[in-house]
C-alpha cells in the first residue's frame, strides 16, 4: 500500500464584485478496493454550503452554493488516499475475450451499450485510416496487445501539446493536427476503441510523478476499456502505460465535457483570471 497527499488550488480573481452560481467540484478521488480515503478537507472561499451526491456513473459532487458577492472565488482540496493498485497487470481476461476480434455477452452489452455509442461515422474517415495502420481484419492479435498497440501509436506518433483552453478535441482533430493534450489522447483512444466495438470511458483525475524541479503532480486524463473477466483497464496513452499505482482515478464519463474537474458561472459584468495549481506527493 502506498499512500499520497493531493493538494487541489484553485483560484479566480474577478475584476469586480460577482454573484457565484452553484459550482459543481469533481475532485474527491473515486474509492474502492484498489483505492481508500483516509482523510479529506475542502475549504471554500467565500463560504459555500456544500451538497454530496453520487451522479449516474458514481462519481463523488459537491454542489457548492453562495450567498454573498465576491471578487475571488478560492476553493482548496487536501486528500490523503491509501492506493493499493500495485500490480495493474495482474488479472486475467476471460477466455473468450483474450483474442480480438470477440463480442460481449447479450447481458453485459446490454449495460455497456452507451460506451460503445460512436459519432456519426464517415466511410474512410480520419479514425478509420489510421486504425488500418494497428490493426487489420486478417491480423490475429490478443485484445490486451491490440490495445497496448493503440496506446503506443497515440504515445510515439503525436505530439503532446498544453492546451489551457476549455473542451475536448474530436479524434479527427488529434489525428490532422497532430498534437494533442492528455484530455485529448484519453478521447482519442476512447473513440478508436469504441470503433473496434469494444465499451470504454474517460477517466479524469490525478497523477503521480517522481519529484523534480518542475513536476509535482498534476490533473490528468486516462481511458478505460471493459475487459471481461478483468473489468475496467486503464490505459494511458499520454505515458503509454497501463492506470496503475500513480493514476489516481476522480471521474468517469462517457463524453469527456461531463468531467470537467470544477465547473459554475457567475453574474456580473467583471472578466475572470483563473489560477490552478496540484500537487501529488507521495507519504512515508
Known amino acids: 500500500m502506498l499512500r499520497y497527499k493531493i493538494l487541489h488550488r484553485t483560484y479566480y480573481n474577478f475584476s469586480a464584485a460577482v454573484r457565484l452560481n452553484p459550482h459543481t467540484l469533481l475532485i474527491r478521488p473515486r474509492e474502492g478496493h484498489e483505492l481508500r480515503i483516509e482523510s479529506s478537507s475542502l475549504e471554500i472561499t467565500p463560504p459555500a ?21 465576491t471578487s475571488q472565488l478560492l476553493i482548496v482540496s487536501e486528500v490523503i488516499i491509501q492506493q493499493y493498485n500495485r500490480a495493474p497487470l495482474d488479472f486475467l481476461v476471460a477466455d473468450y475475450a483474450i483474442d480480438y476480434p470477440f463480442s460481449y455477452k447479450p447481458e453485459d452489452r446490454f449495460v455497456l451499450a452507451p460506451y460503445m455509442n460512436l459519432a456519426v461515422r464517415k466511410s474512410g474517415d480520419t479514425l478509420d485510416q489510421w486504425l488500418a495502420k494497428i490493426w487489420r481484419l486478417d491480423d490475429q492479435v490478443q485484445t490486451y496487445a491490440l490495445l497496448t498497440r493503440i496506446s503506443a501509436q497515440i504515445r510515439n506518433g503525436l505530439s503532446y501539446r498544453l492546451r489551457e483552453e476549455p473542451g475536448v478535441q474530436t479524434a479527427a482533430e488529434t489525428l490532422s493536427c497532430g498534437t494533442g493534450s492528455c484530455r485529448d489522447f484519453a478521447n482519442l483512444f476512447v473513440e478508436a476503441a469504441r470503433r473496434l466495438g469494444l465499451a470504454a470511458r474517460f477517466v479524469s483525475g490525478y497523477h503521480h510523478a517522481p519529484p523534480s524541479a518542475v513536476d509535482f503532480g498534476a490533473t490528468h486524463a486516462w481511458a478505460e476499456v471493459y475487459l471481461p473477466g478483468a473489468g475496467w483497464k486503464g490505459f494511458d496513452p499520454t505515458l503509454n502505460e497501463i492506470a496503475g499505482t500513480n493514476h489516481i482515478a476522480v471521474a468517469v464519463a462517457r463524453l469527456p465535457e461531463s468531467v470537467p474537474p470544477i465547473a459554475g458561472s457567475f453574474f456580473g459584468p467583471a472578466a475572470a483570471s483563473l489560477d490552478v495549481g496540484v500537487w501529488v506527493n507521495q507519504l512515508s
Open 49 to 69: 454550503t456544500l451538497r454530496w451526491q453520487r451522479d449516474v456513473e458514481d462519481n463523488s459532487v459537491a454542489i457548492a452554493t453562495f450567498g454573498s458577492s
